[in-house]
């Protein structure tokens, strides 16, 4: 809260409900799933936020866990490090420099999200998938 009081880029905001959610995170440009690795649970994790964030057509970054990191390259749906201070710092700063790179990430993100929904998931998977997706329209 402190800091979104002294940096415009920062917004604390109160609780969005669920069907709300991927609408209000679009007019962001990366979402961040950084995870720290403290059980192999942390390690080969999918946290919803990773797919909230796909929905809502934002270049993920990702820790650099097997599970998140399979689904970002054969997607392309962001990039990830290694879940330190320094990598993320380095990489926010890397963000700041090439915004229109990453613009250019996000409307691709959309595509590569459907064809997934289309040709890899089952009925029942891509239904979900499809609820998703539409909330971004």
Request: proline letters at 2%; aromatic letters at 14%; charged letters at 25%.
């Amino acid at each position: 809260k402190k800091f979104s009081k002294n940096n415009n880029n920062i917004h604390f905001s109160k609780s969005v409900s669920h069907e709300l959610l991927v609408q209000f995170i679009k007019s962001a440009n990366v979402g961040l799933c950084i995870i720290e690795k403290i059980s192999l649970s942390d390690y080969y994790c999918l946290p919803n936020k990773f797919f909230e964030f796909a929905f809502a057509n934002l270049h993920i970054l990702a820790s650099d866990f097997p599970d998140m990191k399979r689904l970002i390259n054969t997607y392309s749906l962001g990039s990830y490090i290694t879940p330190n201070y320094n990598s993320l710092i380095k990489k926010i700063k890397f963000f700041e420099n090439h915004r229109n790179k990453i613009k250019i990430k996000k409307k691709t993100c959309r595509f590569r999200m459907e064809l997934t929904v289309q040709n890899t998931y089952g009925w029942i998977q891509k239904n979900n998938l499809k609820i998703g997706l539409t909330l971004i329209k």
